[in-house]
């Protein structure tokens, strides 16, 4: 099962950048329909997925992150490996395709 945990500006170098482990990085905001929903879809898949750290960040609360991203669009989902963004998600994703992008880039 994979934990869910809370990235901001300053905790993103510890969680994300110097991950021992692949993370799932979900920019969001809590007027962003689609985000909500996409959060709800991560809970449900968090129990079948293996070898990731998840984490979400606040993009309302957050300003220096969403920046070093370029991020332009929420939901955004980023994978990192080895502290590296190596790929990109734009928008509501169903669990099954949240899955696969997972286990392509782990």
Known sequence: MADIIEINDQNFEEKVAKSSVPV????W?????PCRS???IIKDAAPEIQGVVIGKLNVDENEDIP???HV???PLL???KDGKAVDKSV???SKNELIKFIDRNK
Do not use: H, K, N, T
Request: charged share 10%; proline share 4%.
């Open 38 to 40: 996409l959060g709800e």
């Open 67 to 69: 920046q070093r991203l």
């Open 78 to 80: 980023v994978m990192f």
């Open 91 to 93: 928008g509501l994703i």
């Open 24 to 27: 799932l990085l979900d920019l």
């Open 72 to 74: 332009s669009s929420i």
């Open 29 to 33: 905001a809590p007027w962003c329909g």
